[in-house]
């Protein structure tokens, strides 16, 4: 397309354009939605703790580093509880693969199975984030008696494991986390999308026979 054989106040559409100048807007817009990605990301993280409460974790926040980084990930902060029907909680949440459902459904059962009163808090450990970095810390709101009367009949290695298996549980759904949010990146900042917005984009020829987006 040369400019200079087309008339000032023409308007141009997307496909008007010459290959080069697509190519450039394709360009710029990919590099304006990545700047603008964490005012997306925060509508795609409230989402993701609703989702996460549904399931028997109260999240405070959630942090993620990426995405270019082997060691870049997500991992929230928050406590847990007991949802009773977890898997029709499930059926909620279609992001959940059949892998993330039986790890939600394991830790549900282990809570369940624990000394009355179960308290577990999730904090971050670490200046880096991603699931390794959690700190889960174990209380039981249960009197003594009632304490030592589970250990004697299910022993230390008993609750030992369930806790193993809550604390993998929820490492697991962090890397979840972490999957949802870099799919939204890599969606936000793809060619794809630049196309699918510009594409409704018009250019006036303006002086000096450049092109204004209107």
Wanted: charged content about 30%; aromatic content about 12%; proline content about 1%.
């Amino acid at each position: 397309m040369d400019l200079s054989k087309i008339e000032a106040g023409t308007i141009l559409g997307f496909s008007d354009l010459s290959a080069e100048k697509q190519n450039k807007y394709i360009q710029k817009e990919i590099e304006n939605n990545n700047d603008c990605f964490e005012t997306v990301a925060e509508a795609l993280i409230d989402r993701l703790k609703e989702d996460l409460y549904e399931i028997g974790i109260d999240v405070d926040d959630i942090f993620y580093s990426g995405f270019w980084s082997q060691g870049d990930g997500a991992m929230f902060t928050g406590s847990l509880f007991i949802v009773p029907d977890v898997e029709k909680a499930l059926l909620e949440i279609p992001s959940i693969d059949d892998n993330f459902r039986n790890n939600v459904v394991a830790m549900q059962i282990a809570l369940s199975s624990m000394p009355e009163g179960v308290d577990v808090k999730i904090e971050d450990s670490s200046r880096y984030c991603h699931e390794n970095t959690a700190m889960f810390s174990w209380d039981y709101d249960c009197s003594e008696d009632t304490y030592e009367e589970w250990i004697r009949f299910h022993g230390e290695d008993e609750l030992f494991s369930l806790q193993q298996t809550v604390e993998e549980c929820c490492r697991s759904l962090m890397i979840w986390c972490y999957a949802e949010i870099e799919k939204e990146y890599e969606d936000q900042t793809s060619e794809e999308t630049a196309r699918e917005h510009l594409k409704d984009c018009t250019w006036e020829v303006v002086e000096y026979k450049t092109l204004e987006m209107i």
